[in-house]
Each structure stands twice: as structure tokens, then as C-alpha cells.
């Protein structure tokens, strides 16, 4: 979980500001290669359960990736592949985790999105929406109480989950304590198929930072170019000790809910407005006109995504599965007070 | 044509949308989009707004049926999942199950919860949550394991002027079909006998049903007549019916899919120790999930819930005692 | 539950003014009378279980009653004496439900300030601070979807209760639908002995209504001329159909949390600011300085709501309190489907 | 001197503040105020940072707790009432008890829950509530009965690896009194016999078993030694003391002041009945409060709950069967 490049150094020369978009680029590139990797195995029917993608928010999300370093804290949702993976998660985790391999970092128990790494600061998301950031103000606090400074958490929701209690008490709860938190909302039009109309009724959301006393950043969501700063400076103000943001980014998910859905509700004006550009397409673009890569390093680089995502994709599959007969099926972690107890004549 | 459990629910639905104008319905993703099960499909626009889209606010949702409960409607609430009523479990237990107790006015509410483990769900799309709303007053839970059941018992529901959980399981949804909807429908709160027998009383409720007659199926093969008893409402708990069926039997083993302590076996078992304790001929019996949160691996999966297998396992170690 | 007084009515001229002013204060003066007698049953052991004032709250609770309409539904919290008594609520609920008496609305099942006539309007609320919220919310989108229009509903609570995630999920509901919710904050400084400064962080909990895109209303809480005007405004915007708002007024407690409580640590500078201001005294005085009202008057009103008050609990004392023995000890309307089940071989 | 249940607690967490720079506390108005009983009481000054206060934001509050036990803390939260810990509900049974599971890390946090019935509480701030929290896994549910206990319990909830729900009684934090802090502390996990008898085992737990225990004096009186057992923490129940006692006795009762479905006595009774259900002599039996919301009145609340009288006469009746 290393993570070198930071905030401060990437403001001005541009050698370093190269550098920092093309491996932002390169985490956006392998992240839609294994979210691709991922769908692909759902149609071929070799994954259990849903598969949900991070297609069109990579840009966002590599971003708040970018602007943690080691130490930090980190709560991913369920389209933070680009995020997780410039955080230093490898990438075996994740095909681990959804393909069911006895070695991945839940061990199969849990599947799919929900993984992570707490004792390095990447926390394993429960599926009920917004209930993970409180979880990183507790480990926040936790540190300071330690007189530990200059860390900064972050934790990534969507539109609909600010609509949760849990959003609501945690981000006041960090602003009572002022705590570095750096609160990211991928505001991708949609919380499953509803609309960001049934879903609240501000202009912005970032029309909610002042109610909690804290500071807002609004972005781009589809443009790297304002993702990449704009987590940046959310990061380093988090890190001086100003108290916790607000980022509020504006995208649209190019993709369903999950696999299993068409997501024939988006409105095609949608689709077709700025909102629906695709950030990888966009970031692209711009390394280009920039002339900070080109055609052949594009496709050295998409090739070397795939063959990392076939790579361990052969071998998660070649790796064993759970063995339930070596589960100790006790949830406890002091084993001496499990009860043991599904109780049953099998087992008298 | 055949129906299935998910098409009976959606069925329920629309009867009582037709039926009677004080029914509307509000839940997440539910009406153009019909749903995350599609249980309410086309209802939005066969019933244009009474099918009412919320935010992620399970908390809100159910202080929202409360209150066109008092106003004299009859809310039915979708949860995504039976697991995410839990954000919204203090509005239920301490608003809703208490409002008639404290002011005489009925809450006639009905709250729909996915319930239950298919493979491949893991911890927080799995759960039974039965257990956890009998334990409080005020409530009825309804658990159907069959087509004619969720469909009749969807109704009643709605028709009951208390709150009532309706607890349906996603593992039937899809697998379990009728040839046609039912004309006539059973008592609410009574048990029924699912399989007759006279060697040993199999109660069961939910999936867990189906496990228990396929079980009872395979051990008919070896010449045992095992009675199979359906809850169908674990709250209020038709005592009598399971006590009858051990009265026949002698011997009693109760299945729930949910975690053992205080679950739906406990109580049973409670009940009938207590009050048939001379009727049973071996020690009552219980199989229940692990104490565990429920796996994703769908291997770890089948190992954690009761299965025909185990059933039938623990039915013939029963049988011997 | 009749309630005469409405909001336009009262805009321009001078003696419906006066009187709505005088009726105002009435109920205020009523309101302190009753709280102080149950605090003196409280201080001779009369009461079972706590005892919870609006001391200082009657200014702002009484203009949320008198803003409302038989019609209108009400969800006061546990220092709405006054706001209860102007909308309607007899003032026998009160002593019989404190003195748990079975002919009280909740039958001696429920006591202190849990009470209420849902049937008329008036919620009766559970302990759960924020949890009456979205119950408004309900009365009102189910008279919406009756067809029904005109009406108004508000809820009352304090700063405290913006903490919850109930209170977030409901205002933000009400605004997704546009219901005509009035939200009345009673920012009296504390939540039990947690000043402001703990709970929130932003300047004004006024800041909050934009992020909800709802309108928003600032009162000082203590003054009468403020409150009044200031609720049937928001009354009327609300009537009107134009959605939710928030209104925020300052002021003080006058009080313990409770009556066990000597609120030692309200800080001595707030007691001796504006905010310390007793709103009964600032209405007094206002009536008198506009010649409204005269002492001879106000001894007058005194004695009677003194009157009323020691009438209604030589009344309420000779009630009789429950009979266990005539309990159903059934939770359900359907007693069909109550298990009666305590289980014990006391009931063989 | 003399030290009450309530003492012991607040000198309970003193010392873990004292022993542990791990350990902080964080709950609604415990800081300067020192809780809404005292229970932290001083702690403010002499821990000066670790005893925070915290918004009135349950779900918060445990997710806080979650994160910092992640980080390596052992935080006690103490939520103002039981009651008020439904709106953290899911953090807890979701969040905090499957952590250890899918990750490995454990959870060392402590709720206190200041829980049951006091006079003219009523329906919100008086709810028994260790069945809830025993019925999902990964939890430990303590409910201390006496001084020594919540003393030397909550040391050790403090010290052990994983979430610890941990029951106080408001009925006890007053009326009990030890002459001092006990200087060992029995294991944890194990019940006690806190009286020892031979003619019929009554099970009790928190405030039900000073009832009992009264009970158990008034029947000496008529010649009858009852056993009386502590079980002291609800999950894991020690099932071994039980039946062991019901090994000596024949004869079960079972208190509890919770509801009756799916509570402590259907646990412990489906518990007994299953694994000795050949050394009783006559039928287990239970008596919980009544399944209605907790009433406010005085005489409501005495006849709602189990009290030494009506376990007497339970215990009589049982007697003859
Ligand atoms: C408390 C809770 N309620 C319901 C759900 C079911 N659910 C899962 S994802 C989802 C939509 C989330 O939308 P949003 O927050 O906008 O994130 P996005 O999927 O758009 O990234 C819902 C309703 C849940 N996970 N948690
Ligand atoms: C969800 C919840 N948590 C805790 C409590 C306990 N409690 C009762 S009143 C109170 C303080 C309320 O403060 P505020 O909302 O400011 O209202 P005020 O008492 O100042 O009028 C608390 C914490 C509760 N009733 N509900
Ligand atoms: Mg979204
Ligand atoms: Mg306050």
C-alpha cells in the first residue's frame, strides 16, 4: 500500500504534473480493463452474485486514490476500483474476492465490492449505504488520540446515499471534531434507477457543506484535469488540520446498476450531454493533445493492463476455494466465548 | 400458465392497489423502474401515483407509513433488501409496533422484506430478520413459503389493521411456481399441515419448507412418515397445530434458517417443552443456520443454512433417539 | 381542537393584532402555570418518573400552535405546553397523562409528555428524538394523495435532535416531496448539558435549509413579535403549496433538561445575554407598553389560568389510575392475533 | 463505605481508563456532565481528551467506536438508554459484530446499555433488549446482576476482542450495594448458582435475579431449597451450569424481564429441553414480562414484569407438576 506521489509536489513543474496524469491515466486504464475483466466473467456465468462497475467515475475515483498516501485512511464503495488500486490495493484482492478464492482477503465470506485491508487503512465496506464514514472518523479519532497528525481519510458514497441518517451523523460528527476527513460524492445522476430529482431537492449538494460547517469543492467528475487538483487541495487542507470537505463531482455511471442491469432508464439526454463523456476517453484526450503520450504508449499501456488482469485472473482461478469443513464457524475472535451453537442432533 | 412466488407478491399488490384506494405503495427504485425484484412492476403505471419512489432513507420510510397510517391509509413499504430494514429497525419496533398499544389508533402498515439466503448473497443480502421483529409486541410476521400463501397472506396483510412484516424469501421468488393464484386462502395465524405423518414432526417455515418436505420425501423412502408443519406466521405462533402434530408424532425437530439464539426455533421449542412436554417421546430437537454471518461463497453458503440434507440427517439421529 | 386564530387574518390590522397578541399570551401564561404546577408535583413526589418544562420556550411553541388550523397536524416535543394548549389540546391531557390517570389519552400506558390525539391531529411522540418527523410527513402525503390540500404540518425539536439521521431522512424527504412541513428548531443552546458546540458546527442551523432546498426562517425564539408573525408565515408558504421550510429561532432554556436537573452547567454568560431573556416577561412587557394590556388585567389572567390548572389537578387526582387486572395486554388492533403469550404456569 | 452498582460501573471504567491508554469513552453528555446517571462522573477531569461527548447520533457514535477499535482503541460508548441504541441498531449488528469475521480484525468496543424497567419510565426508557443483540452473531451480551459483577464484567468486556453489549440494569444502579469493589472476578462466559437448592432450578439474569432470589427465600420458608442461577452473561450461555443444576433439581423455571418470543427463557428452555431433556421431571417453564410495550403506571409496570411474588407462585405451581 505505497503510495508516493502527493499533494503539494504536484502544483506547479511540469515534469511532476506529467508524470502524476499519466499514472493517474494508467490506474484508470487498468480499473476498466478489470471492472471489463469482471463483466465478462459475469456473462460467462463464473461469478456468484452481482458485479457492479466503476465505468465512468474512474476519474473521480483514482483521484481521491491519488491524494491518500500510506498511513491514510481509506472507505472505497462499490465503484472505487480505480481508487482502491492507485491506493495501493493489489490487484489480486479483487478477483480474489469475486471469484471466491480461499486466499483472497476475505477468504470467501465476503464477495464481490466488499473487501478491504483495515489494518492498512482501507476499510471493507458493509453494504448499507453511508455507514462507512463514521467508521473513518473513528479511526481518525483513534489517531489523534494517539497524537498522531497529518492524516487525512476518505470515504466515497453516491447521490443516493446522502440521503441515508448514516451520511448525515457522520459528516456532522467529523465537523463537530474536525476531523480530516475528505467526504467524496460521486454524484452519478442515479441511485440505482432513481433520479437525482426523487432523491433530494437542493440545487447542488454542495449546497450542504455550509449546513455542516464545512468546506465544499464541486468537480467535474468526467475530467481528470479537475478531479486530480480538486482532490488534491481537498487532501492537503484535510491534512493541515482546516477540518473536513465536502467534494461534490458530477458524472453519470456508463453502465448499470450492476451487470444485471440495462439501465434503460437513463434518460438520453443525459447520455448525451457533458455529464456522459467518459473521463477515460476524456483523460486520454488530453495526454494526447498534450503530447505527454502517444499512440504506441497508449497501447503498450492497454496491454499491459490486460495481460496484469489475465494474469491474475488465471491464477485466482487456479487457486483453491473455501473448504467449509475448515471453517471454525464461530464469529468471534475470542473462540473461547463462541458458542458453536447451530445446534442440532448432526451434531450430538 | 404459471405463476410464480415474485409474480404473486406483484399479483397481492395489484389487487390491493385495485381494491382499495387507501393502498399505496413506497419503496426504493419501485415504481418505473418496478423494483429491485421487479415485485411491482407496471403497478406504477396501471396506478399512476400510488407507486411512490423514495430516497435511501429506511428510517424515513417507515415514519412515512406511520403516518398515512393515522391519516387512514394502507401503506405497503418495499425494502431493497430485508437486511437494509435495519437502518429504518427503531422506527418499526418503537414507532409503528407501539402506536396502537399507546393511542388505540391502528397502524395498518405493511412492510415487504427480501428476505433470506440464495448463493453467492453474502452477509448483508441474505439475512432472516424474523426473529428480531417477533421478539418486540406489536407486530405480526408473517414468514409464507408457498405461491398461495405470499399471495393470500400478502393480502391479509393489508387488510390487518397492525403493522405486519412480511418476511418473503428471495430463494422462492423465482424457484417456486403455481399453475394458478389462489380463489380461497387460508386463516392468518394458523399453521398448516404441509405433509401428514405420524414418525416425527418436521416444523418448519420459509425456504426452509421446501427443504424439510424434500426431506421428509427421502426418508419416506426408507419407510419413515414424517409429518412437516409450515409456521406460515411465526407471530403470532399457532401453538396448538404444533402441539397436535407432536401429540401424533412424539417426536419434534424445528428448522429455521435464521442464527439460533432466540430465533424461531427456540421459541418453538419453548412452547412445546413447556406446554406438551408429556407428549414428546425423544428430546425436541432444533437445526439452524451457524452462528455466523451468512457467507458469500455459495460452498460456505450451503454449509451455513439448513439443507434437505442435514435435515434429513438430523431427522433419522432423532428418529433413533 | 378547535383554533380560531389564522395567519392572514392577523397581518394588518391593529385589534385583531392586540387580540391575537393577548390570545398568545394567555396560552404562554397558561402554559407556564401548568409546567410550574407539575414541577411543584414533581418536587412533592407526585409524579412518577420526570418531569420537562417549556420554560422560556413559550413564545416560539405557542406561535407554532396558533399557526396551525383545526386540520393541520402537529408534532410537538417535550417543552410544547404551550403550542399544544393554542392548538387545541384540552389542558386535562396533560395533568391526566402526568399524573397517570386512565381516563388520559394514553390511559396511564404512557406518561409525562408522551402524549398526544393522532385522531385530531396531534402526534404523540416516542422518545426517539427526530423520529415524529417523517410521521408528519406521512399524515401529509397521505392527505395529498386523498386530494386534499390547504393543510400544514410541523413538528417541533431542538438543537440537539438535528444530530439524528431521522432528522436528516425526514426533512430531506419532505422536500423530495414538497410536503408542507414546518420544521421549528428550538435552538436553546443545549441538548441536555451539550452546548451547540458539540453538536454542530455549522455558524447557524439556519445554513442547513439550502442544503435540503427548503425555505429557511431565523426568530429570536424570545420575543413574541418575532415567533408569531414568523411561524404563520411559514404556515401560510406552506399552505400555499410552497414546500417545506426550516425555522430556527435562538433562545435559552429556562430550566434543568428535566426538572431532577439544576443545569449547572449552562454558561453564565448565556443566562445574562439576550438569549436569557424570559419570553413571558418580553410579551408582558410589549403588552403593556402598547397599552394592549394593563396590570389589573394581567392579575386577572393569572388567577385564572392558576385557576384552570389547580381545578384540573383536583380534578385529575381523583381519578383513578389503571387497573392491571382490566388490561388486555395486547400490543395488536387485531386482538385475534395477540399471543397473550407471557407463558407462565401462573396462567395453567 | 459502601459501593453501588452505579459506583462500580464508573469505577470500573476509571480503572480501565487508568490501566489502558487504549481505552476512551464516548456518549452523550458524559464528559463534564458525567452521563445522564453519573456513570462517568469525574472521569472528564481526571482522563482530560478520553471522555468525549458525542452528538446525539447513535448510528454515528458506533461507527465511530468501530473505527477506532480498527485503529487499535478499545472504546466504551455508553448510549443514555437502551432504548436509544435501535437507531444504532444497525451499526452494531452489522457493522461492528461482522467485522472480526470477514476481516480478521477484531472489534473491541464496549456498549453500555443502561437497560429495564424503573417506575414511571414507560415504553422508551425502560426496554430489555439482550435478545436483539444475542440473536445476531458476533456479539457478547453481558447482563451483570450484582456490584461485583458489573464491576469485574465490564473490565473484562473492556479486555475482550470483540463487540461486548453489556446490559446494565437502572433498577440496580441505586438499590444494589456491595461493601466494595471485589478484588477477583469469575470467568466470563460462566453462569453462577448464587443460591443453591435441590428442589427446582430457577434460571434468572439482571434484575430478575434479585426477584428470584427473593422469591427463593420466601419459598425456604415453606420448606422448598430452590437453586437459583445467575447466568450472568446471556450469550454465550453457560448451558452446562444450567443443566447441571437441572441435573440436581428435575425442575426448571425461567425469568426474564424482556418479552417473551424468541427472549432469554425460550433460549435457555429450547437449550434444556434439547440437550437434557431426560432429567427433567417435569415440563421447563417460563415467565417474562407481558408481550406489550413497557407501561408507564406504576401498577401497569409492576404487573408487566416478573416480580418475586408472581415467581413464587410460579415456582409453586411448578412444584406440584
Ligand atoms: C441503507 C441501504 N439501503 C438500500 C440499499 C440498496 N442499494 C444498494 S446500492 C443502491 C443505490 C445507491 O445509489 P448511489 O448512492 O447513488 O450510488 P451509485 O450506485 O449510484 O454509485 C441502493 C438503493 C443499501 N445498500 N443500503
Ligand atoms: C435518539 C435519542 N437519543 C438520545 C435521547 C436522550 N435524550 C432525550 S432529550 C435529549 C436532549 C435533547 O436535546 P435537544 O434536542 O436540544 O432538545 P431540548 O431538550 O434542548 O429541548 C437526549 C439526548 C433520545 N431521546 N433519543
Ligand atoms: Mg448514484
Ligand atoms: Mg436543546
Known amino acids: 500500500m505505497v503510495q508516493t506521489l502527493s499533494g503539494p509536489a504536484m502544483t506547479a513543474q511540469t515534469p511532476s504534473l506529467r508524470d502524476a496524469y499519466i499514472k493517474a491515466f494508467r490506474w484508470m486504464l487498468l480499473a476498466r480493463t478489470l471492472d471489463e475483466k469482471f463483466a465478462s466473467l459475469y456473462r460467462m456465468g463464473k461469478i456468484h452474485g452481482g458485479v457492479f462497475l466503476g465505468r465512468g467515475q474512474e476519474a473521480l475515483s483514482v483521484s481521491v486514490g491519488l491524494a491518500l498516501r500510506k498511513g491514510d485512511v481509506f472507505a472505497p464503495l462499490i465503484r472505487d476500483t480505480a481508487g482502491r488500486l492507485a491506493f495501493g490495493q493489489p490487484l489480486l484482492d479483487f478477483v480474489r474476492t469475486y471469484l471466491g478464492s480461499s486466499l483472497g482477503p476475505m477468504r470467501a465470506r465476503d464477495g464481490n465490492v466488499h473487501h478491504g485491508r483495515p489494518r492498512e487503512g482501507l476499510l471493507p465496506m458493509i453494504s448499507h449505504l453511508g455507514a ?27 447521490d443516493g446515499a446522502t440521503s441515508t441518517g448514516s451520511f448525515h451523523e457522520a459528516l456532522n460528527q467529523a465537523a463537530v471534531e474536525k476531523l480530516p476527513l475528505v467526504l467524496v460524492i460521486a454524484n452519478n445522476q442515479y441511485a440505482y434507477s432513481t433520479p437525482n430529482e426523487r432523491q433530494f431537492a437542493c440545487k447542488s449538494l454542495l449546497d450542504r457543506a455550509a449546513g455542516y460547517g464545512v468546506e465544499g469543492f464541486e468537480l467535474d467528475g468526467t475530467d481528470l484535469r479537475q478531479c486530480l487538483p480538486g482532490l488534491l487541495e481537498a487532501a492537503a487542507r484535510a491534512r493541515s488540520g482546516a477540518g473536513p470537505s465536502l467534494v461534490v463531482a458530477s458524472l453519470l455511471r456508463l453502465c448499470g446498476h450492476g451487470e444485471h442491469d440495462d439501465a434503460g432508464y437513463v434518460a438520453a439526454a443525459l447520455k448525451h450531454s457533458p455529464l456522459g463523456k467518459d473521463c477515460l476517453k476524456v483523460a486520454e484526450t488530453f495526454l494526447l493533445d498534450q503530447g505527454w503520450t502517444d499512440d504506441a504508449h497508449l497501447a503498450a499501456w492497454r496491454a499491459e493492463a490486460a495481460e496484469q488482469v489475465e494474469e491474475a485472473t488465471a491464477r485466482v482461478q487456479r487457486e483453491p476455494g473455501p473448504d467449509p469443513y475448515k471453517e471454525n464457524w464461530c464469529a468471534l475472535a475470542s473462540r473461547h466465548l463462541g458458542e458453536g451453537y447451530s445446534q442440532t442432533v448432526e451434531d450430538l | 400458465m404459471s405463476i410464480t412466488y415474485l409474480d404473486a407478491i406483484r399479483e397481492a399488490q395489484a389487487r390491493a392497489l385495485a381494491e382499495d384506494s387507501r393502498v399505496f405503495l413506497y419503496g426504493q427504485d419501485i415504481a418505473v423502474f418496478g423494483g429491485a425484484f421487479k415485485a411491482t412492476k407496471g403497478l406504477a403505471e396501471r396506478f399512476p401515483g400510488r407507486v411512490i419512489d423514495s430516497p435511501i432513507s429506511e428510517d424515513a420510510m417507515v415514519g412515512m407509513a406511520v403516518g398515512a397510517a393515522i391519516e387512514g391509509a394502507r401503506p405497503i413499504l418495499e425494502m431493497q433488501f430485508a437486511d437494509f430494514s435495519m437502518p429504518g429497525f427503531n422506527q418499526i419496533v418503537n414507532q409503528a409496533a407501539t402506536l396502537h ?59 390487518i389493521d397492525d403493522p405486519v412484516i412480511f418476511c418473503e424469501h428471495k430463494y422462492l421468488y423465482y424457484h417456486l411456481k403455481a399453475d394458478c393464484l389462489p380463489t380461497t386462502a387460508e386463516e392468518v395465524g394458523k399453521a398448516r399441515i404441509a405433509r401428514p405423518g405420524r414418525d416425527l414432526t418436521i416444523v418448519a417455515y ?3 419448507l421446501h427443504e424439510a418436505l424434500a426431506a421428509a420425501k427421502e426418508l419416506s423412502l426408507e419407510g419413515w412418515e414424517i409429518e412437516v408443519v409450515d409456521l406460515r406466521t411465526v407471530k403470532p405462533l399457532d401453538t396448538d397445530t404444533v402441539v397436535a402434530s407432536v401429540a401424533r408424532t412424539g417426536r419434534l425437530l424445528c428448522v429455521g434458517e435464521s442464527w439460533p439464539w432466540g430465533g ?15 407428549l414428546l417421546d425423544a428430546p425436541p430437537q432444533r437445526l439452524n443456520a451457524k452462528d455466523t454471518p451468512v457467507p458469500y461463497h455459495p460452498t460456505l453458503w450451503a454449509t451455513h443454512r439448513p439443507t434437505a440434507r442435514s435435515i434429513s440427517n438430523a431427522t433419522r439421529k432423532l428418529l433413533r433417539l
Open chain 2, 206 to 208: 420459509s425456504a426452509m
Open chain 1, 132 to 158: 462507512m464514514i463514521s467508521v473513518v472518523n473513528g479511526v481518525l479519532l483513534a489517531r489523534r488520540l494517539k497524537g498522531l497528525t497529518g492524516m487525512v481519510g476518505a470515504a466515497c458514497i453516491g
Open chain 2, 101 to 159: 398499544w399507546r393511542t388505540r389508533v391502528p397502524c395498518p402498515i405493511t412492510i415487504r422484506l427480501p428476505c433470506g439466503g440464495t448463493s453467492g448473497s453474502g452477509p448483508f443480502h441474505s439475512q432472516m430478520v424474523e426473529a428480531l421483529y417477533a421478539h418486540y409486541p406489536g407486530l405480526v410476521v408473517m414468514t409464507p413459503a408457498t405461491v398461495e400463501d405470499v399471495y393470500s397472506m400478502l393480502l391479509a396483510a393489508v387488510a
Open chain 2, 264 to 278: 424461531v426455533t427456540a421459541e418453538v421449542i419453548a412452547r412445546v417443552s413447556t406446554e406438551a412436554f408429556n
